[in-house]
């Protein structure tokens, strides 16, 4: 992936990489003749096929670690539900309990949480916009 | 306006680069492999797995150092085959000597594997990470010098092309069937993939000969591809049964 600056004919440069911590990643690249600067957003699933290929945007800034992308991205340790969230999964009307429950779970997988607690769930409500789950 | 490929400065990010370097380094890695031999078939249940430890430990005991990679990272049964400890740091050392990497090195007993992304959609990159994952499988391991190093692939053909554009060409393969019919048609599909991709075909072990299992699949697939089937295990193989598999090799 390139960016042209249309205006100035001149192919931009990579300026800056901010990982938001929400899986989504954003990159500036800007032109060197006009100083324009364009950010490039990608959402969840499109950083992540980046970071599947064991691949940086902006170039490696350390030395590849051996089984990086194994040790950074394999799920190990089973998720667990503390005694007080699933007594607050207990809550929620049964015809509704196992959508929810994967609802959090999902949320969990994505960032590598191994234990759900009332906190976690607190937390994905707002992230998610489930209140009232 | 101009397109991709006229623009041609210098990227900072040298994805191209960066895809280079991992293809180095199991390029480095591997050098001091002799022979990488691809232990297939198209058929799920056959016992390739089992055909590979049992080739592995063979092999070892003629005195040769033999590794072998598990590429079947959803259901890893390699460390099983060769008495690893669950717990061991790959490459681990397991039967005869033979050494192994697997999937189950990384998970937890029992544990599905699973990456850590949008669960959304997961489709789109899971193949990737698992490419990934066997490119760092290759290439991350400290092999040392080995004389063979076994792959075992799922069914499917799917992690053989993961292989050859891993490596950067065809391994050789050994194909494993049971005598069905049904089976001899799924393996049929992979062995013509296999040599349009340009592998050469080491052989064919027929697995499971002499119970239930009815048909002649071994040699009809022998016959149509013109190689020859190297070993019929029986349901109850002997030391000597590997033994006179890994002569041939």
Same mark, same amino acid.
Request: charged residues 20%; neutral net charge; glycine residues 10%.
């Given at each position: 992936?390139k960016?042209l600056?249309v205006?100035c004919d001149?192919?931009?440069a990579?300026a800056e990489r901010?990982?938001a911590?929400? $899986?989504?990643?954003a990159?500036?690249?800007?032109c060197?003749k006009?100083g324009?600067?364009?950010a490039?957003?990608?959402n969840p699933m499109?950083?992540?096929?980046v ?7 902006g170039?490696?800034?350390?030395p590849t670690e ?15 539900w503390?005694?007080?969230a699933?007594?607050?999964?207990s809550?929620?009307?049964?015809f509704v309990?196992?959508?929810?429950k994967k ?13 759900i607690?009332?906190?976690i ?7 998610? $916009?489930?209140e $009232?789950? | 306006m101009?397109?991709?490929h006229?623009?041609?400065?210098p990227d900072?990010?040298g994805?191209?680069d960066q895809?280079?370097a ?5 390029? +480095?890695?591997?050098a001091?492999v ?10 799920g249940? %056959? /016992?390739?797995?089992? %055909?590979t @430890?049992n080739?592995a430990? &063979? ?5 040769k150092?033999i590794g ?5 990272l959803n259901?890893?049964? *390699? ?6 400890p669950?717990?061991a740091?790959?490459p681990?050392i /397991? ?5 192994c990497?697997s999937?189950?090195h990384?998970?937890d007993e029992g544990?599905?594997l699973a990456?850590k992304?949008?669960?959304a959609e ?5 193949? =990737?990470?698992?490419?990934s @994952? ?5 290439g991350?391991? +400290?092999w ?5 190093l076994l792959?075992?692939?799922p069914?499917?053909m799917? #992690? ?5 554009? *891993?490596?950067?060409? @065809?391994?050789?393969?050994l194909? %494993?069937?049971?005598p069905?019919p ?5 393996v049929r599909?992979?062995m #013509?993939? &296999?040599?349009?991709h /340009?592998?050469e075909?080491?052989g ?5 000969v002499?119970?239930e299992?009815?048909g002649? &699949?071994g040699d009809?697939l022998?016959? +149509?591809f /013109?190689?020859? %089937?190297?070993? #019929?295990?029986p349901w109850h193989?002997?030391?000597e049964?590997?033994?006179?598999? =890994?002569?041939?090799?």
């Open positions: 992936m960016f600056c205006e001149q192919q931009m990579f901010a990982l911590g929400d $899986g989504t990643l990159a500036t690249f800007k060197p006009c324009r600067v364009v490039m957003l990608t499109e950083t992540q096929l970071a599947s290929l064991g691949v940086e945007i170039g490696r800034t350390v051996p089984f990086e992308m194994v040790h950074a991205n394999v799920v190990t340790g089973s998720l667990s503390s005694t007080d699933q007594e607050r999964l809550r929620v009307p049964s309990r196992g959508i929810v609802i959090y779970a999902d949320y969990a997988k994505e960032r590598g949480i191994t234990e607690t009332p906190a769930m607190d937390t994905a409500r707002a992230e998610l $916009g489930l $009232g789950m | 101009r397109t991709y006229q623009l041609t400065d900072r990010s994805l191209g895809i280079g991992q293809r180095q380094r199991v390029a +480095e890695r591997l001091a002799r022979r990488i031999v691809a232990v297939m078939s198209g058929k249940g %056959v /016992g390739k797995s089992y %055909v @430890a080739l430990r &063979a092999l070892a005991r003629m005195g150092p072998v990679l598990d590429a079947d259901g890893p049964t *390699i460390p099983g085959l060769l008495q690893v669950h717990t740091q790959p681990a /397991g039967l005869d000597g033979v050494k990497i999937m189950g990384f998970l544990a599905p990456f992304g949008p669960a997961s489709f789109v990159w899971r193949g =990737a990470m698992e490419a @994952a066997l490119r760092e499988f290759l991350d391991v +400290e040392g010098s080995l004389d063979v792959l075992d692939l069914p499917g799917q #992690r053989y092309s993961e292989l050859c554009d *891993i490596l950067g060409n @065809a391994p050789a393969v194909t %494993v069937t049971i069905t049904e089976s001899r048609d799924a599909r992979a #013509r993939a &296999a040599v349009e /340009g592998s075909l080491l064919i072990v027929e697995n499971m002499g119970g299992l009815k002649s &699949a009809d022998a016959a +149509e /013109g190689t020859p %089937v190297v070993a #019929r295990v193989p002997t030391p049964t590997w033994n006179r598999l =890994a002569a041939q090799l």
